[in-house]
């Protein structure tokens, strides 16, 4: 058997190789070719330009390979390919989707009126989450969101939603194509830890609310950058206090709620109005496949569009597609619900505690590093650092980690991600799926060791 560590996580090929490999498959012919021969293609010219996710290496992003007990149901979804819209164009589909969103609401501790609907990505659910927001300002000023859209609103320019500084870009993209526009998204300081700042957002809301108006507040459980978790229990309070839609952005971090020894760190997330999160990322679950959990679930009514063709008026039939946009909507309950029987939760929470242990003990191996800075307290499974070095200056620092950072990557043996904490340039690993400190220290030490190629030979950028 081929050792992993010591082969590519992608071919290393750059963009223009990758393109000269690929253009023949999109020669487009008047004749087809036979499977053989288009198989032996993708073989060789598409495969080694893949990423390969279960390379225990592949620390950088939050990409996870499919979980066997996925598989099964995946296969079965992409052999049948039902259209799970509603009841008409997939009965088994349909009320599968129903019973499992049900069976989740439940493992999560959500309170038992609420309800979810699955959703192409995390940053779809976080829309309608914002949109579902939108439409609740509006009913408590009296009027039908659905119907006026923001004109409906006195003063629709006073509408802002409240976030971490370190949310995920998603929520700009969500109320960009709201019609509202990036002004209307403040951003709030983090703490220490990179979690909004408690007394900041309780300060700032008293003077924001006497020249805004507060439709929405988006707390992050597990942020892209750290993994941090906000404090969802404190929050949720201030939102009732103030009567402010609260959403949870848990696309990433929501899953390790599941684990009794994190729930503390998740105490709260009953009280959100909404959560989303990503069963394809550390669930290994194949790419989409996302929900929108809402804790009232007559809160999709306000999504509730009907037609004479589908979706007819006066049948009560299992309709999960009315919940959000799309009407063609894929199986993406089967191999969630696949993968939790398979492996059983005891197994499924193994692969929770995984990465999350190997990052903690990483983190607590590298403390007394001089080499290396740690530049957040993982509370998931992310750890940021940079790289001490006598040659390099404080401000030659960023340069000098994106140089770092193309080096590894460029190799293709180890995949580390980069990214920056305010100003502040660092190196980040991402522990998605099972693993152990043993890897993540190798891949750091790996890092060093080019760190140190790189200042000896001065920076280049
Ligand atoms: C915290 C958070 N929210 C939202 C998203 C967007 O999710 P998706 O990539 O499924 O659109 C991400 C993606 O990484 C994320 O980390």
């Not at 404090?231 to 103030?242: A, D, F, P, T």
């Amino acid at each position: 058997m081929q050792d992993k560590n010591n082969t590519r996580i992608y071919s290393g090929a750059t963009p223009s190789e990758v393109m000269e490999d690929l253009q023949p498959l999109v020669n487009f012919q008047e004749e087809g070719i036979s499977a053989d021969k288009l198989d032996k293609m993708l073989k060789e010219r598409l495969l080694p330009h893949l990423m390969k996710y279960d390379h225990p290496n592949f620390l950088s992003m939050f990409n996870d390979f499919p979980e066997e007990g996925a598989k099964i149901g995946a296969k079965l979804a992409l052999e049948y390919n039902q259209g799970v819209t509603d009841w008409y164009v997939s009965p088994g589909g349909t009320m599968l989707e129903e019973l499992c969103i049900k069976a989740l609401c439940s493992l999560f501790g959500l309170e038992a009126g609420s309800d979810g609907t699955f959703m192409y990505s995390g940053t779809y659910a976080n829309q309608e989450a914002l949109y579902l927001a939108l439409h609740w300002k509006a009913e408590q000023e009296g009027f039908d969101f659905a119907k006026e859209g923001l004109k409906g609103f006195e003063h629709p320019e006073r509408l802002v939603l409240l976030t971490s500084f370190d949310a995920h870009f998603s929520l700009k993209h969500a109320i960009r194509m709201l019609g509202l526009g990036e002004n209307n998204l403040i951003t709030l300081n983090v703490d220490a830890n990179r979690r909004i700042d408690l007394l900041q957002l309780q300060k700032s809301v008293l003077q924001i609310q006497e020249t805004h108006d507060v439709f929405c507040v988006v707390a992050t459980t597990g942020t892209t950058s750290t993994g941090s978790i906000d404090n969802v229990l404190e929050i949720s309070k201030l939102c009732q206090r103030i009567g402010v839609w609260l959403h949870v952005d848990g696309a990433y971090g929501l899953a390790y709620s599941l684990v009794p020894e994190y729930r503390d760190r998740f105490y709260g997330i009953e009280f959100a109005d909404s959560v989303s999160w990503d069963p394809h990322k550390q669930f290994g679950i194949p790419i989409p496949n996302s929900i929108l959990f809402v804790r009232r679930k007559e809160d999709f009514n306000r999504m509730v569009l009907r037609s004479d063709y589908i979706y007819r008026e006066g049948e009560s039939v299992p309709s999960p597609g009315l919940k959000s946009p799309p009407s063609t909507r894929p199986f993406s309950a089967l191999s969630l619900v696949t993968s939790i029987r398979y492996q059983g939760i005891s197994k499924v929470l193994d692969r929770l505690r995984s990465p999350v242990e190997a990052i903690e003990a990483a983190f607590n191996s590298l403390k007394n590093d001089s080499e290396i800075e740690l530049c957040n307290r993982p509370e998931t499974g992310i750890l940021c650092f940079r790289i001490n070095n006598k040659k390099i200056s404080e401000d030659q620092m960023n340069d000098f980690l994106k140089e770092v950072y193309e080096e590894v990557i460029t190799e293709g043996k180890h995949s580390i991600s980069f990214t920056k904490l305010d100003s502040k340039a660092v190196l980040r690993i991402v522990a998605i799926s099972p693993t152990d400190a043993e890897t993540l220290l190798k891949t750091i030490s790996y890092v060093k060791k080019k760190a140190e190629l790189v200042a000896e030979r001065g920076l280049q950028l």
